[in-house]
């Protein structure tokens, strides 16, 4: 079974800090994607992360795949309010590629006060 | 990207009871899902909806319990049987067209009294 452990699970920050999230498994992915969800709404993805190594950048966030594809990390810089809500990273399992079927981790849940 | 569209987006419902979910896409796609989010918690997946075949469910989830219909390659129905307290979740929807990545509708927020 490919497991995602996200960490941590709750987050609770003041506006203007800097904060890191980080998605670890012992099994190798074809792709992980980001995705925040806010209450009463479905995941929106946020980014996908494809080649070991590689580093996206979306304005303030910054999201990285580890050179093995088993983890990868979301950075967020001078986080603000807007950023509140529950962040998911998801896995493509081995071997099912063009199919949308994913792997959630727990998901971590940001509070971003102002 | 594919909008998503689930009816209803929330419903309390009589335990022993059931309640169908739909779910709509804009366009045509090959590959239909369906996940459960409990409360506070993330996503699991239940079952994939086939167009023209049974679903293909994950381990802990059963047909007689998830019935899911997929007539054509823009609609997908999931219902929940002979409900409990337990099966209080977010169900959704999703879609995955040409990729790994997965959209989402909006989901449907179930409380069982």
């Known amino acids: 079974t490919q497991l995602l452990e996200q960490s941590p699970q709750f987050l609770s920050i003041q506006e203007g800090e800097n904060l890191t999230v980080y998605c670890n498994s012992s099994?190798?992915?074809?792709?992980l994607q980001w995705y925040r969800q806010e209450p009463g709404e479905g995941p929106v993805l946020l980014v996908t992360?494809?080649?070991?190594?590689e580093v996206k950048k979306l304005k303030r966030l910054t999201f990285q795949f580890g050179d093995a594809r088993k983890d990868s990390s979301l950075h967020i810089t001078a986080a603000q309010p807007g950023d509140t809500g529950l962040y998911l990273c998801a896995g493509a399992k081995m071997g099912s590629s063009n199919t949308g079927k994913l792997i959630f981790g727990q998901g971590t849940t940001l509070q971003v006060k102002p | 990207s594919a909008v998503i569209s689930q009816k209803p987006s929330r419903d309390i419902c009589q335990r022993g009871t059931s309640l169908t979910i739909q779910c709509q896409v804009d366009?045509?796609?090959?590959?239909m899902f369906w996940y459960r989010q409990q409360p506070g918690q993330s996503l699991t997946l239940i079952a994939t909806a086939n167009q023209g075949s049974e679903a293909t469910y994950e381990s802990g989830f059963v047909i007689d319990k998830f019935p899911i219909s997929r007539p054509n390659l823009t609609f997908s129905t999931l219902t929940v049987s002979n409900m409990s307290p337990e099966d209080s979740s977010i169900y959704l929807c999703?879609?995955?067209?040409?990729?790994?990545?997965?959209?989402f509708g909006q989901g449907t927020r179930l409380t069982v009294v």
């Open positions: 999703s879609v995955g067209r040409g990729t790994t990545e997965a959209f």
């Open positions: 992360v494809v080649t070991g190594g």
């Open positions: 099994s190798v992915f074809s792709s």
């Open positions: 366009s045509q796609v090959t590959m």
